[in-house]
């Protein structure tokens, strides 16, 4: 990745320190993106407005997609794309506009290619302003028969924002005790005590 | 197991043969985790993780604090790893302010984090050997990791819990002396775990309850999304610090330990591969290091993030991927903080390895995931 000429500079004036950390934002730019620009055209390519490429960056590319063409649009990652599992899946509450954003973070092992590469996949759920965690509009399709490892991360934002993934086999709480009566606890809403 | 039965019927028939075992969550087996385990005999036909028992809302918390006062909590989950924790996180809050690191600061990081990364792993090999009736196993990396915990409180005056990592760079500079302190520790501590060899990974009682149990396919692997050590003992060659360099691991010549067997003994002999390439780091960049010069940019009292926007930054912790998720929407809080952990992450592999073994495995399987409970419950 590096260049070795730095390397024997490094260690002698201390003026060359503030060089180096300049250098790289200039390099990335140039090169880089176009990499992700593809990826980004790729699934614009395929899935025409259905997508909105929300941003592309060194390394990261983010894809909105609406819940009805999430499911798809995973599949054609998976499989044309060639990213092979996911490694967070996050819920972000936003009350102001009643929705609830669910964000994939998606890696590929196997595709040496995409190794530093994320595919940020988000897409939004109804938000109800009194929710009963799985019997209210709050739902997303789920991605668990697409990519097997967010079964745990899909548990855990089913109750920590009570979005029900339809068709995940197993929407248990994993975290909080079993007896919580609460509000899902990372809604905007729910208040720490004192704060 | 279970036999088909009519939908909304409330009971079960079970099996009689089955036996439901709850192991855990303040078994010396389990952590602190519970671990629902169901036995036919001897042998395990099903498991089920319940992790959640320490869970303390650290993402939440995130959200009521800046980005400055986050730091000594978001080290809690794993104390014993706190620059690794910590280092997603200052990377995230550096790309959010838009901060620049001095070099010198990034050679202490990655110093401090590899550092680090051997302390938390002599920790879990010491677990892993008590958990396996190996006493001289728990009480040589208990002594040894002294070594490397002094070196972490002359560097930044904490012999636990060190918040060391900021945004800009680290708190302290090193203390006068300390390159030549640090490489004297580091070669005696590489030349006592090399010993670890003979008394540890080629006792046959190690190898008999290890070898050819819980195995993971590079295939499952890759397909649950397992991180670190698991994955790397199931034959892939995926390590952050040389696929996505982060500071100056792209200056530094660092080398994957990667072993093909999958199985238990493979799992518990990749971190201790780790900590002998994390010697040959650390001297690497006590050499590479400007010797002078400035570790911290300093950042106003109240940073803001730059409008709605998000980053997900990750590092190669002790336990694998460590990512951090920060939404900023312009204010000096996070919007929304998310910790994606390797531990959790290699949860998933538990009911996996552990279908089809016999119970007496359980400890050895469990642990070679290199599992840290407080940490997946964040």
């Known amino acids: 990745m590096s260049s070795d000429s730095e390397k024997p500079s490094a260690d002698v004036k201390p003026e060359e320190k503030t060089s180096p950390p300049a250098k790289k934002p200039e390099e990335k730019p140039v090169d880089l993106p176009a990499f992700e620009k593809g990826i980004s055209d790729k699934i614009v390519e395929k899935f025409g407005d259905k997508v909105e490429v929300a941003f592309v960056k060194q390394d990261r590319v983010g894809i909105n997609v609406g819940r009805e063409n999430v499911h798809d649009v995973a599949e054609f990652i998976r499989d044309g794309l060639n990213y092979d599992h996911v490694e967070s899946v996050s819920g972000v509450d936003y009350p102001q506009d009643k929705e609830i954003e669910v964000v994939y973070h998606i890696g590929s092992y196997t595709d040496s290619s995409l190794a530093s590469q994320i595919l940020v996949l988000s897409t939004r759920a109804q938000r109800e302003e009194n929710p009963i965690p799985g019997n209210d509009a709050t739902k997303l399709p789920t991605l668990r028969d697409v990519f097997y490892s967010v079964e745990f991360h899909e548990r855990e934002v089913f109750e920590m924002f009570g979005v029900y993934f339809e068709g995940h086999p197993d929407n248990r709480r994993l975290l909080l005790p079993e007896d919580w009566a609460d509000l899902p606890p990372l809604r905007k809403d729910f208040a720490i005590k004192g704060r | ?378």
């Not at chain 2, 195995?215 to 610090?241: H, N, P």
């Not at chain 2, 590479?288 to 993030?305: C, D």
């Not at chain 2, 590092?315 to 204010?331: N, P, T």
């Not at chain 2, 809080?333 to 119970?359: C, D, H, Q, T, W």
Request: charge should be neutral; include cysteine.
């Open chain 2, 1 to 378: 197991m279970t036999t088909e039965l009519p939908p909304g019927l409330a009971l079960q028939k079970v099996d009689e043969r089955i036996m439901t075992l709850n192991v855990g969550p303040q078994h010396p087996g389990s952590g602190h985790m519970r671990i629902i385990v169901q036995i036919d005999g001897d042998y395990i036909v099903a498991c089920d993780p319940d992790p959640g028992y320490v869970h303390r809302g650290e993402e939440k918390m995130a959200e009521y604090r800046n980005y400055i006062t986050n730091i000594p909590h978001l080290e809690r989950p794993v104390i014993h790893d706190s620059c690794n924790i910590l280092y997603p996180y200052v990377l995230g809050v550096e790309e959010i302010v838009g901060i620049e690191v001095p070099e010198r600061a990034k050679y202490v990081r990655v110093i401090a984090s590899e550092l680090n990364r051997c302390i938390y792993t002599m920790y879990w090999l010491a677990i892993y050997g008590i958990f396996l009736g190996h006493s001289t196993m728990f009480m040589w990396p208990a002594g040894d990791r002294e070594l490397l915990i002094d070196l972490m409180e002359k560097m930044t005056g904490a012999r636990v819990t060190h918040a060391h990592f900021v945004p800009g760079g680290v708190r302290n500079d090193l203390p006068p002396n300390f390159e030549d302190v640090c490489l004297r520790q580091v070669n005696y501590f590489e030349k006592r775990i090399k010993e670890y060899a003979a008394v540890f990974y080629d006792n046959p009682i190690l190898i008999s309850r290890t070898r050819d149990t819980g195995i993971l396919s590079r295939q499952d692997a890759i397909r649950l999304g397992t991180t670190g050590s698991v994955l790397r003992a199931s034959g892939v060659d995926y390590d952050l610090r040389i696929k996505e360099p982060y500071d100056v691991y792209d200056e530094l010549d660092v080398h994957t330990n990667v072993m093909k067997e999958g199985d238990s003994y493979a799992r518990s002999r990749v971190p201790w591969l780790d900590m002998m390439e994390s010697c040959n780091i650390i001297r690497q960049a006590l050499q590479k290091m400007p010797k002078s010069g400035s570790v911290r940019t300093k950042l106003k009292p109240n940073p803001k993030g730059k409008g709605l926007n998000s980053v997900y930054k990750r590092v190669e912790s002790g336990r694998g991927s460590l990512g951090c998720y920060i939404v900023s929407d312009g204010k000096t809080e996070p919007y929304r903080l998310k910790m994606s952990v390797g531990s959790f992450r290699n949860l998933i592999a538990l009911p996996y390895l552990l279908k089809g073994e016999k119970l007496g495995n359980m400890p050895s399987v469990y642990w070679s995931l290199n599992y840290w409970p407080v940490e997946a419950d964040r």
